[in-house]
């Protein structure tokens, strides 16, 4: 939902939470599902809670991420 991050969200946080209960944490939809919820609060400028989101499932992003 480019350009539309409310939107986004919100389609965001019921797919995520639908996907957490029915297939757990650790499955790669519910991992994709939290990454396009955390993309929406950065967009939103909710930067601690999408870093929160990004550790609570394990989300790694460039900006995290150390050269070798």
């Known amino acids: 939902m480019s350009g539309q991050p409310t939107k986004a969200l919100a389609f ?4 995520l939470d639908a996907l957490d209960k029915a297939l757990g944490r650790g499955h790669a939809w519910t991992k994709d599902s939290a990454r396009v919820t ?6 939103l ?3 601690g809670k999408a870093a929160a989101l990004r550790e609570q499932y394990g989300l790694m992003t460039s900006r995290n991420l150390k050269p070798n």
Do not use: M, P, V
């Not at 955390?38 to 967009?43: I, N, T």
């Open 12 to 15: 965001g946080e019921s797919a």
């Open 38 to 43: 955390a993309d929406a609060l950065d967009a």
């Open 45 to 47: 400028w909710c930067t």
